[in-house]
């Protein structure tokens, strides 16, 4: 049985102890050594750098998010085992795990953390593919010989890497396509190494719910089980054409995965189709200063992810929802591709007050689409507004400071309305 130590990496007879570090966490399976699609996911990576930076939170339950009115965005898994999840409203959590510090997402420092997890992957292969800043599909196959051991060694070297020079840990999933490598991630973590050989696909997935595919949401999810479909034996009592006549290209789809089939491949340079933020507020309001200091805020946020990654867009969305729940958005196409924060707040101010519902607001998100390398942003000058080369100079200029000396060492008088 092809076996390995996930401690100190070393080959071993499959056996419940490591002979060479005495270590119990030997890893065994009879295709271990001859499976290359993996999924990286990291373990609450929000909270864990949180916990990295400040050593005092180690034994603390940490949730990641906004105020009461807000949503979990993650939580450490001492806070999940009170109960707390991602998007859970953040009241409700409180009210699982009271004594949780809440902090306040960072997402300049988390993308600088997921550059270098990317960079360590890289270094692996070429064919990785982000699906956010903290997990990835990557395609071993054929790299054996250049790293002078199987795929299955080479990932359990990543994720020592990352916890040894970054401070974070990854679970990873080993299978021969990307829907069972996710499905294997999700297996046995904190820090888990999980596989789903071709041989056991049909007997590991019979009893498991429908629900375990990625993309089959609440409302996909009651249609299934409208159809009597709970779990992937009902899937396969099906034929494809009635799947098809029934749940339209879904229905094709669901048919492969009944059976473990997909054929995607790993994309190194899929696009990323917008960035967006949002936030909910603690009460509901048509302040029109408040809501101009939060456009501000979520347009500094979407901006400083869109420069992280190289982008800019020329598309730039408002988005409101009601007390009432009643979701609003507005749109607008710019002259020219953008990634500065000014020129997305100045558009989403625009949008505003072109709204003619007045609220009150219980939650405002600012987006940017149709993205574009940041090589073709902000390239002529807007000659009804001669200050907004002056103004984007400034912001380049406080983008440097940030950088040298943290986020918060120069502040726009406006984001504290």
Partial sequence: MPAFCRACLTRTPETRRCPSCGSPRVLSHPELFSLSIAHMDCDAFYASVEKRDNPELADKPVIIGGGRRGVVSTACYVARIRGVRSAMPMFQALKLCPDAVVIKPRMSVYVEVSKSIRAMMEELTPAVQPLSLDEAFLDLTGTEKLHGAPPAIVLARLVSRMQSEL??????????????????????????FS??????????????????IWGVGQASGAA?????????????RWERTDLVARFGSLGDRLWHLARGEDRRRVTAHEPIKSISHETTF???????????????????????????????????????????HKSL?????LRDATQLADTLYRTARGLLDQMGDKGPYRLIGCGLSDLRPEAEADLSGDLLDPQAVRRAGAERAADRIRAKFGTDAIVKGRALR
């Avoid at 056991?200 to 019979?206: G, I, P, R, V, W």
């Fill in 167 to 192: 401070g974070v840990t990854g679970s990873i999933g080993l299978s021969h396509n990307k829907f069972l490598a996710k499905v294997a991630s999700d297996l046995d973590k904190p820090r888990g």
């Fill in 224 to 236: 299934l089980e409208a159809a009597g479909i709970r779990t992937f034996t009902d899937l396969r």
């Fill in 195 to 212: 596989v789903i050989g071709q041989a056991e696909t049909m007997d590991f997935l019979a009893d498991k719910p429908v629900g375990l």
């Fill in 329 to 333: 958005s507005r749109r607008v196409a």
């Fill in 282 to 324: 603690f009460e509901d309001t048509s302040d029109p200063d408040i809501l101009d200091g939060h456009i501000w805020r979520l347009a500094e946020k979407v901006s400083d992810r869109a420069k992280a990654r190289g982008l800019a867009g020329r598309v730039v969305t408002l988005k409101l929802k009601r007390a009432d």
